[in-house]
């Protein structure tokens, strides 16, 4: 039969239903796909240690024959796996602590390529971490001098077997590769080949061949990505129809002179910055990207007496009813000299409040709204909503974030995140935005202080936060899991809070996790937040929505559990208001000191995010997106931020001349931009 890319892989010698249901647990279905199932690493075999000179104390990558294998019990009770192996230089064993069941994978006569440290233990020996099986008994030895490429794996079908499959099957595969890109851009870009490029990732003479073909997968990834992300971009910004916003000076003005502080440098430029978009003739779609404390509210509010002075309404959504709460208390306040009142809109008002507030956004009356998703209700009608802010918009979907949007003829949106991000990260899930990054705190935010402590030191702990509560203020204790039951070996929050009780007895302890109903969690949040309630016991659930100045430590259980910038965003909840603040967190993990206390001397977000990204990688930290993006395969954030700024120009250059990508020489791009994502087909459409 012919083969197709997107012929399934069943058809191809040696793989069988059996073997085919294993391959689609790796996604792999079609002989395209197996193509395109890139190694996640290589073994370098051409720079093996003979094992004769596999010294005491180093580590080393030998390969040789099994001459005998066996089980043998330490006096401790521990089973180890023993193998003898011999190459042209001699013997050396290896073995494998606590993994007796090698013996029914590792046999006398295999070609072993073994990695790890050699140790003395009743002779010298080699503790693999980790070994392949380069050939069996019967088959010929492999040539030296090979890089190995290894494969993500499954259960059924080993590493090994999928190498196979592609050594067996790539000559046949390669030709179904089809090259998108023109000579001429490969050129200017400097692309190897597709199937060159292939060729090296599967079958490279070295590792700086696989590395080359590795680039080339990822600039197509990265390529793709932002051809859809230029597309929606092109798609937001266009023209809106009638809204011409003109820089007024009545409103905006008035708020600059009465503010109670002066705005930060930062503040000023991203207040010019959406200006400049919300005057222009194409409609504003910015993010606000804004470090824990650094203003974006007062920025927003700049921007929504824009559209105010201009005739129109804006309205602001938060994710929860608390911080929409705060944030029309906060308005409220700046807006006081102004004689201007900001609407609230949320779930909990009374239908009679609430159905006033709707008839007043409804006749115009209200002209700064307030709210959570009840704003994007079908009952709820703006009379001339002319800008959209979606705050912490990650906890929106991109359907939600579209819905607040549609309530006006083409508003302009404003997204704002308490999550810094680095810039790959920004690029690629925000590159149909306008980015905008706020990273210096105004003056008079009080310090917080970050010390990691362990066990040991609980007692004290104790004594200070119980110092801190008597002074009158007020402290949180974060847990990584809500029941014991779902981790035996960690603290849990509901039985901390029962202990915390009778700690401190003086006190009112509160608690919140994820599976109270929200509107109890509110309640006790709103309890913390008047100071009704001393010691807040919780969950991440409090990361986002709630500030208290009058808290002032934050103590986190196991904090070897959380992301660095998951512990970033838990310390931006205390320092907010003049008192200075304490953030300890508490951890007995040796493994996990260096991050930790690197953490505890680092406040800046934005290279806390960073060190976040090196140290859980890209396919953790974004996963596939809300938008239905999918998550990178091959790309590395650590060294290909110069391939991304490449393809996002490129992109870009090709949706300003031929936005639906509708041209001849394009139509390769369109089809697998509608293949690979959700979104393409919905994008694409047009034209």
Sequence with gaps: MTLERTTSVKYLKGVGPKRAEALARLGIRTVGDLLYHAPHRYLDATTVTPLARASLGSEATCVGRVVTTGV?????????????????????????????????????????????????????????????VLAEKDEDE???????????????????QIRGLLHQHLDVLLPLAADPHPDALR????????????????????????????????????????????????????????????????LTTRLKETLPFELTGDQKRAVREITDDMTAPE??????????GTGKTVVALFAMLLAAENGYQAAIMAPTELLAEQHHATLTRLLEPLDLRPELLIGRLTAAQKAAARERIAAGGARLVVGTHALIQESVRFHRLGLAVVDEQHRFGVEQRAALA????????????????????????YGDLDVTQLRERPPGRGTVKSALRTESARARIYTFLRGECAAGRQGYVVYPVIDVSERADLKAATAGAESLKRVFAEFRVGLVHGR????????????????????????????????????????????????????????????????????????????AVARL?????????????????????????????QSGGIALRYADF??????????????????????????????????????????????????
């Design 72 to 132: 043998l019990p330490t006096r401790r009770g521990l089973r180890v796996f023993r193998a003898v192996l011999r190459d042209d230089s001699g013997l050396l064993e290896c073995a494998w602590p606590g993994q007796p069941f090698l013996e029914r994978q590792i046999k006398p006569g295999q070609l072993l390529l073994v990695s790890g440290p050699v140790r003395f233990y009743h002779g010298r020996q080699l503790v693999p971490r980790e070994f392949i």
């Design 283 to 292: 409609r504003m779609h910015r993010l606000l990207m804004g470090d824990v």
């Design 142 to 160: 492999p040539g030296r001098g090979m890089i190995l490429p290894v494969y993500p794996a499954t259960e059924g079908l080993s590493h090994r």
């Design 516 to 591: 109270i109903k929200p509107e109890e969690r509110d309640a006790v949040m709103r309890a913390f937040r008047d100071n009704e309630i001393q010691v807040l016991v919780a969950t991440t659930v409090i990361e986002v929505g709630i500030d208290v100045p009058n808290a002032t430590v934050m103590l986190i259980e196991h904090a070897e559990r959380f992301g660095l910038a998951q512990l970033h965003q838990l310390r931006g909840r205390v320092g907010r208001g003049a008192a200075a603040s304490h953030c300890i967190l508490l951890s007995d993990a040796a493994e």
């Design 406 to 429: 549609e309530k006006g003829d083409a508003p302009d949106v404003l997204l704002l995140t308490a999550t810094p991000i680095p810039r790959s990260l920004a690029l690629t899930l």
């Design 638 to 687: 650590a060294k290909d931020l110069d391939l991304l700024e490449t393809a996002r120009g490129v992109a870009a250059g090709i949706i300003a001349a031929d936005p639906a990508l509708g041209r001849p020489e394009h139509a390769a791009y369109r089809e697998r931009i509608v293949q690979r994502y959700e979104r393409g087909f919905e994008l694409f459409r047009v034209g």
């Design 187 to 250: 050129a200017r870009v400097g692309l190897a080949p597709l199937r060159d490029a292939l060729a090296a990732v599967h079958r490279p003479a070295t590792l700086e061949d696989a590395e080359r073909g590795r680039r080339r997968l990822a600039f197509d990834e990265f390529f793709d990505q932002q051809l859809v992300q230029a597309r929606a971009r092109f798609l937001a910004k266009r023209a809106r129809a009638g809204i011409r916003f003109a820089l007024k000076r009545e």
């Design 597 to 625: 206390k690197t953490f505890s001397e680092t406040t800046d977000g934005f290279a806390i995010a960073e060190l976040d990204l090196q140290e859980r990688g890209m396919g953790e930290l974004t996963g596939a997106r």
